[in-house]
């Protein structure tokens, strides 16, 4: 949709939408670090700082996305569908 | 007003940029600090004057040796750090629940050195991750916002991606206000972006455990479970107190640790019943490593040799010891702190920011004034709490029974009127004049630890003058720029 005809969101939606990016983000990172410590190969001391490296860098890059692409909620759906994925993951895995 | 990407990520960075900078501001002045967190300690303790380089004989480890064996049949473990070039003495430490403390030894002679109780730069760093909270939640407190201050730095490189380069060559001091603190904002943030990003990802990677940690989320909630009353009323499992075996001489011992440990110097010395370890020095390098090798009780005999390999391992020690900074020579050391002040500056000037584009519309709120009343107990009371702080470490007895403590509550005192101050003048909008008191009170403060040195240690003076002129010398830049700013709201007032 053009961006000039884009109705114009209430401003009560942004802490909401925040919350909810740093939630599923949350989630996200957190089952990463889960799914790389189930990998098979590096020691489990290994691969939790691996896990956690990798989280860590990418929880802000989720919170941005999540809240940024705004345009019906595509970001929120984004971060969520990598959460699904990084749960089917651990799902295989495990 | 339409919502774009741009407007979405400007509500973005304000906010997190805002509430995260609160905390973050308050974060990167003490670990800035910390970087030179040994010599502040020196600066606070001015009877403590043994030359750098000063050989460490085996004379002074036998006597420490013998404190150690002591303080361990009475159930007190202590272990032993080893004199390097910036803190020459040989320290028998141990841990009161709060820090490492201890008695001070002369390397050369093992004579007990009559230094003050002080928090010293110790405090800097303890403040800088825990901001003195207890347990996790200290932690929690420092790794949450920092975190959004990454996504805080995100959102501003949305914002701002076209114009990075720009930015750099861009300083409009003489346009409007809002613009000249923008310029300025937008400057130093592109230049130590590098920095900031670097720091504070490292910075929450050290107790990352605690904010990702790798267990169940279901489990995180078990843990939390009260205790059973069955378990609660089971008798304590006393275990049998162990044997300290006497300890054998140790110059020998840190002979033949260098070679398990690669050529590098050792840093301390941990005792255990049966055995003691000796670790690598942080300083050795950049990789922030626990590499030991472990000596049998009582003979001396090596035991075994612990040093970490693997990819993932060294990279992680890499990234912490990028944030201790140990392993750097004065000048980086220097480097890391005047980036971590510019930083600092980045999201002070950031705090500014937010309050002078509300101020038109929303500058009668009390939410705006007690906005404005956080900022200025950030800005300067934390600055000011600071200096009152080394004040008090030279003022205060220096016999006086828990004196390190009552430093902190100085520290905290003084902090806590200031944020009183603030608040009550900001919310009775008189936030101008507040903002004038606490910058005067802080430029005396700081101004003042050169006289204050001078006057009440000129001996340690001369016995490390780099030091004190180094901490002298901060006081007076600190000073500076507080008069700065209070003569620029002195014209705004006019």
């Known amino acids: 949709m053009d961006a000039r005809r884009r109705p114009a969101m209430p401003a009560w939606n942004r802490p909401g939408s925040l919350v909810l990016a740093c939630l599923l983000s949350y989630g996200v990172a957190h089952l990463v670090v889960m799914d790389i410590v189930r990998l098979p190969g590096p020691a489990s001391g290994e691969a939790t700082a691996l896990g956690q490296i990798m989280a860590l860098a990418l929880l802000p890059v989720l919170i941005v996305l999540g809240f940024g692409a705004h345009a019906r909620h595509v970001g929120l759906f984004v971060v969520g569908g990598c959460g699904l994925a990084a749960a089917l993951v651990g799902a295989v895995l495990s | ?494």
């Not at chain 2, 910075?203 to 069955?230: C, F, M």
């Not at chain 2, 934390?382 to 702080?389: I, T, V």
């Open chain 2, 1 to 494: 007003m339409r919502e774009t990407l741009r407007t979405r990520m400007g509500w973005l960075h304000a906010w997190t940029g805002f509430v995260g900078g609160l905390v973050m501001v308050c974060v990167f002045v003490t670990g800035s600090l910390s970087v030179f967190d040994t010599e502040i300690t020196r600066w606070m303790q001015p009877e403590v004057r043994v030359a750098p380089g000063t050989p460490l004989t085996p004379a002074a480890l036998d006597v420490a040796a013998r404190m150690i064996h002591e303080g361990e049949t009475h159930g007190i473990p202590a272990f032993l750090a080893l004199p390097s070039p910036r803190s020459p003495t040989l320290k028998v430490l141990h841990y009161d629940g709060r820090e490492f403390t201890g008695p001070q030894l002369d390397p050369q002679t093992g004579v007990i050195i009559p230094a003050r109780q002080t928090a010293g730069g110790e405090f800097f760093f303890r403040f800088h991750y825990t901001l003195c909270m207890q347990g996790p939640a200290g932690i929690l407190a420092v790794d949450i916002p920092a975190i959004g201050l990454l996504v805080a730095i995100g959102s501003g490189l949305v914002i701002h991606i076209r114009a990075l380069l720009p930015d750099i060559v861009l300083l409009r001091l003489s346009a409007t206000r809002l613009r000249a603190w923008l310029d300025a904002h937008l400057l130093t943030g592109v230049l130590f972006l590098p920095f900031m990003v670097m720091i504070t990802y490292t910075g929450v990677l050290v107790h990352v455990d605690r904010l990702l940690p790798a267990i169940p989320v279901t489990s995180l909630w078990s843990q939390g479970r009260p205790v059973s009353r069955s378990t609660a009323i089971r008798p304590p499992h006393v275990a049998p107190s162990p044997v300290f075996q006497p300890l054998p001489p140790l110059a020998p011992l840190l002979a033949a640790a260098r070679a398990p440990l690669g050529g590098r110097e050792a840093g301390f010395i941990l005792f255990s019943p049966d055995h003691l370890s000796i670790f690598a020095s942080d300083a050795s390098g950049p990789f922030l490593t626990r590499d030991h090798a472990d000596f049998h009780l009582p003979d001396g005999a090596l035991l075994a040799t612990a040093a970490t390999s693997g990819s993932i391992a060294r990279s992680v020690q890499l990234l912490h010891g990028l944030h201790y900074a140990r392993f750097a020579a004065t000048g980086l050391r220097w480097l890391y702190l005047v980036s971590g002040l510019c930083a600092t500056a980045v999201i002070a000037s950031g705090l500014v920011l937010f309050g002078m584009k509300r101020r038109r519309d929303r500058g009668h709120t009390v939410a705006f004034r007690i906005g404005e009343g956080l900022t200025m107990t950030t800005l300067v009371g934390l600055p000011a709490s600071l200096c009152a702080l080394l004040w008090a470490s030279r003022l205060l007895p220096a016999t006086l029974p828990g004196r390190d403590g009552t430093e902190i509550t100085v520290f905290f005192t003084v902090w806590g009127l200031c944020a009183l101050h603030a608040l009550t003048c900001a919310v009775t909008g008189r936030g101008l004049r507040a903002w004038r008191t606490q910058l005067a009170m802080s430029a005396v403060l700081a101004g003042g630890l050169l006289p204050l040195d001078g006057l009440t240690a000129p001996a340690a003076l001369h016995a490390a003058p780099a030091i004190h002129a180094a901490v002298d010398g901060m006081g007076l830049g600190a000073a500076s720029l507080a008069l700065y700013v209070l003569s620029h709201l002195r014209d705004r007032a006019a």
